[in-house]
């Protein structure tokens, strides 16, 4: 029986005055952001909102996300956390869909945030740096926290919605605290972390890894709203930052930023890679040009964002997702569910402290990933003689051509060998004979030079005949959500280039 907003409470209790987060040159204590914590419950108990109600938390990495993530759960409330760039819509979808009470807005986006909350009938509540802190000096401080039992919503966390409208991963006080303590112990974080926060704190890797995690170890999170590669640089530099989480797109960006070496990220100690595959190339680059170990970790919504890790203590196989953690049992399974032979892929599946309680309102969806007990990730992978995984592809995005199983992860770990590639992807596209053939869309670096033709022959190369890409094509960006990951499903094929699939 415990919530997970007394992490905050024993932190202040231990060292008020040690810095907790860091906005530029706004920084709060533990103190300090305890206190405003206190007054964001009362203010939002003064709105009615009572132990279990949701609360839709709509915030960019600033210090009152925090404030209100743990004021809401102060009160034994169940925060959505949601993507500030949604329209009116979806703001309506998740805060309908989680029967949220409030709405707590940021100013940049009131209109979508007011006209979602009206259509849901929420009450909406926006966040307008000065009139914030007048509103948070009204109001009664709530300093004792809500007893929740482990099983308790803490956090309903809505998937991308890759296949349908999104769903709530529904995340218990218990699951929230095993993957604080947890992705404390595995990165031996403590009071001296300063850790950069740039990925989106409403997902779950940034509320995770990075928030909860710095939150319990005692450390200082210092804040980055938008992912600039040169912002990123120099937050390390001036902050003297011990961690960086980032997603692979972030760590290439930061690769081939032109004034690297101008700053000095020698306090950088441990970086944290999930969200999607790191190409081992990016992997190696940033090694060499950073002298900091980047560790690849693996998890979902579903699971708190954690799953596996490269303990930094064990080898490190570049590739790998690397061993289970914090109990966490894992297989790999056919689509009969039967374990599948060392070295075969298969689904990953998986149970433990990390697992959801299931997706809210949803006990179809819920029963379907459960099923026996086990959460289906729709994760390919493979497993090695030590017990290291690795991820093969998304189960949807595997293609088939002309009957064979063609995995977009392994050619596009190939295509980051070229020299001239900074990122690509490998899609299906539709074929009148094959039913799919394999097609990549590239987007070369800086001053680099390569034609579609050159990265086929290349491909051709290395490759066997049924899964090299026919179709090529270069793209100036490749669509990105929120934390940076790559979008498959919203790289257009050109019409020109569909034609020659055929």
């Given at each position: 029986m415990t919530n997970f907003a007394e992490q905050l409470s024993a932190a202040a209790a231990e060292n008020a005055d040690h810095p907790a987060v860091k906005l530029d040159d706004i920084v709060l204590t533990y103190g300090q952001l305890d206190a405003a914590?206190?007054?964001?419950?009362?203010?939002?108990?003064?709105?009615?909102?009572?132990?279990?109600?949701?609360?839709?938390?709509?915030?960019?990495?600033?210090?009152?996300?925090?404030?209100a993530y743990f004021g809401a759960l102060r009160l034994g409330a169940v925060v959505v956390p949601m993507n500030p760039l949604l329209k009116d819509r979806e703001v309506a979808y998740h805060l309908s869909d989680s029967g949220a009470r409030v709405m707590i807005g940021w100013h940049q986006f009131e209109q979508p945030a007011r006209a979602g909350s009206d259509e849901a009938g929420?009450?909406?509540?926006?966040?307008?740096?000065?009139?914030?802190?007048?509103?948070?000096?009204?109001?009664?401080?709530?300093?004792?926290?809500?007893?929740?039992?482990?099983?308790?919503?803490?956090?309903?966390?809505?998937?991308?919605?890759?296949?349908?409208?999104?769903k709530g991963a529904t995340?218990?006080?218990?699951?929230?605290?095993?993957?604080?303590?947890?992705?404390?112990?595995?990165?031996?974080?403590?009071p001296d972390s300063v850790t950069v926060g740039t990925l989106p704190l409403f997902h779950v890797f940034g509320m995770n890894s990075i928030m909860n995690v710095t939150i319990r170890a005692r450390g200082l999170l210092t804040l980055v709203p938008r992912f600039d590669p040169g912002k990123a640089l120099?937050?390390?530099?001036?902050?003297?930052?011990?961690?960086?989480?980032?997603?692979?797109?972030?760590?290439?960006?930061?690769?081939?930023?032109?004034?690297?070496?101008?700053?000095?990220?020698?306090?950088?100690?441990?970086?944290?890679?999930?969200?999607?595959?790191?190409?081992?190339?990016?992997?190696?680059?940033?090694?060499?040009?950073?002298?900091?170990?980047?560790?690849?970790?693996?998890?979902?919504?579903?699971?708190?964002?954690?799953?596996?890790?490269?303990?930094?203590?064990?080898?490190?196989?570049?590739?790998s997702i690397g061993l289970p953690t914090g109990g966490t049992e894992i297989k790999l399974v056919d689509d009969q569910d039967n374990e599948v032979p060392q070295g075969e892929p298969g689904e990953l599946v998986m149970r433990g402290p990390f697992v959801m309680k299931g997706y809210w309102n949803r006990p179809?969806?819920?029963?379907?990933?459960?099923?026996?007990?086990?959460?289906?990730?729709?994760?390919?992978?493979?497993?090695?003689?030590?017990?290291?995984?690795?991820?093969?592809?998304?189960?949807?995005?595997?293609?088939?051509?002309?009957?064979y199983n063609v995995y977009p992860r392994e050619?596009?770990?190939?295509?980051?060998?070229?020299?001239?590639?900074r990122e690509a992807a490998v899609?299906?596209?539709?074929?009148?004979?094959?039913?799919?053939?394999?097609?990549?869309?590239?987007?070369?670096?800086?001053?680099?030079?390569?034609?579609?033709?050159?990265?086929?022959?290349?491909?051709?190369?290395?490759?066997?005949?049924?899964?090299?890409?026919?179709?090529?094509?270069l793209m100036e960006e490749l669509p990105k959500g929120a934390t940076g990951k790559v979008l498959k499903r919203e790289i257009e094929v050109p019409e020109a280039v569909a034609e020659t699939a055929g």
């Amino acid at each position: 029986m415990t919530n997970f907003a007394e992490q905050l409470s024993a932190a202040a209790a231990e060292n008020a005055d040690h810095p907790a987060v860091k906005l530029d040159d706004i920084v709060l204590t533990y103190g300090q952001l305890d206190a405003a914590v206190a007054r964001a419950a009362g203010l939002l108990r003064g709105l009615g909102v009572q132990p279990g109600d949701r609360v839709g938390l709509q915030l960019p990495n600033v210090p009152y996300f925090p404030i209100a993530y743990f004021g809401a759960l102060r009160l034994g409330a169940v925060v959505v956390p949601m993507n500030p760039l949604l329209k009116d819509r979806e703001v309506a979808y998740h805060l309908s869909d989680s029967g949220a009470r409030v709405m707590i807005g940021w100013h940049q986006f009131e209109q979508p945030a007011r006209a979602g909350s009206d259509e849901a009938g929420a009450e909406p509540l926006i966040i307008v740096p000065g009139e914030f802190e007048r509103m948070l000096a009204g109001a009664d401080a709530v300093n004792e926290v809500t007893i929740r039992a482990d099983d308790d919503p803490a956090v309903i966390i809505y998937t991308s919605g890759t296949t349908g409208t999104p769903k709530g991963a529904t995340l218990m006080h218990s699951n929230v605290r095993a993957g604080a303590e947890v992705g404390r112990d595995l990165v031996d974080a403590g009071p001296d972390s300063v850790t950069v926060g740039t990925l989106p704190l409403f997902h779950v890797f940034g509320m995770n890894s990075i928030m909860n995690v710095t939150i319990r170890a005692r450390g200082l999170l210092t804040l980055v709203p938008r992912f600039d590669p040169g912002k990123a640089l120099e937050v390390i530099a001036r902050d003297h930052a011990t961690t960086f989480g980032g997603v692979p797109t972030m760590y290439a960006a930061m690769l081939h930023h032109p004034d690297r070496e101008h700053y000095d990220v020698s306090s950088l100690d441990l970086c944290i890679s999930g969200g999607a595959a790191l190409p081992v190339e990016v992997l190696h680059g940033f090694d060499d040009a950073f002298g900091c170990k980047v560790l690849e970790g693996y998890g979902l919504s579903e699971t708190n964002g954690m799953a596996t890790f490269n303990l930094p203590d064990r080898e490190r196989k570049p590739g790998s997702i690397g061993l289970p953690t914090g109990g966490t049992e894992i297989k790999l399974v056919d689509d009969q569910d039967n374990e599948v032979p060392q070295g075969e892929p298969g689904e990953l599946v998986m149970r433990g402290p990390f697992v959801m309680k299931g997706y809210w309102n949803r006990p179809e969806a819920t029963e379907s990933v459960m099923r026996g007990g086990w959460f289906h990730t729709g994760d390919i992978a493979t497993v090695d003689g030590e017990g290291y995984l690795f991820i093969v592809d998304r189960k949807k995005d595997l293609i088939i051509r002309g009957g064979y199983n063609v995995y977009p992860r392994e050619l596009e770990e190939v295509l980051y060998t070229h020299p001239a590639v900074r990122e690509a992807a490998v899609i299906g596209v539709p074929h009148d004979s094959l039913g799919e053939e394999v097609g990549a869309a590239v987007v070369v670096k800086e001053g680099a030079e390569a034609t579609p033709e050159e990265l086929r022959d290349y491909m051709k190369q290395r490759v066997a005949a049924y899964k090299y890409p026919r179709v090529v094509w270069l793209m100036e960006e490749l669509p990105k959500g929120a934390t940076g990951k790559v979008l498959k499903r919203e790289i257009e094929v050109p019409e020109a280039v569909a034609e020659t699939a055929g």
